[in-house]
């Protein structure tokens, strides 16, 4: 059974860097694309970045792109989010999500078997 589990989040000053994990302790992660998603105080969950199957493609929201870096290591059941140049605009609750869709997608309604999160703030 799926259970994703979180972690790697902290306090951190912008321009700093965190990568943050998911693993899946309860079953195979490599059947599954994996999305990180994030919700802000106030706002609706996002998409952040997804890798596929295979780690054959990613996607990544305009607003980390060329900052972030998402990849998976199978052998170990876990998905990275590298995360180099954060902004106070990333501070969120950060999940991860599996999703049976083929692709990268980073749509909200493809993803389930949400982990509890990881809290990452950014700021001096």
């Known amino acids: 059974q799926l259970q994703l589990v979180e972690s790697g989040g902290g306090l951190v000053q912008p321009g700093g860097s965190l990568r943050l994990s998911c693993v899946d302790s309860?079953?195979?992660?490599?059947?599954?694309?994996v999305g990180w998603f994030r919700r802000a105080p106030g706002k609706e969950r996002e998409g952040v970045s997804s890798?596929?199957?295979?780690?054959?493609?990613?996607n990544y929201a305009d607003s980390v792109k060329g900052r972030f870096t998402i990849s998976r290591d199978d052998a170990k059941n876990t998905v990275f989010l590298q995360m180099n140049s954060l902004k106070p605009e990333d501070t969120a609750s950060y999940y991860c999500?599996?999703?049976?869709?083929?692709?990268?997608?980073?749509?909200?309604?493809?993803?389930?078997?949400w982990g509890q999160g990881t809290q990452v703030t950014v700021s001096s």
């Open positions: 999500g599996v999703s049976s869709v083929p692709i990268a997608t980073i749509d909200n309604s493809d993803f389930g078997g």
């Open positions: 309860g079953s195979a992660l490599d059947y599954y694309t």
């Open positions: 890798i596929s199957r295979g780690g054959e493609s990613t």
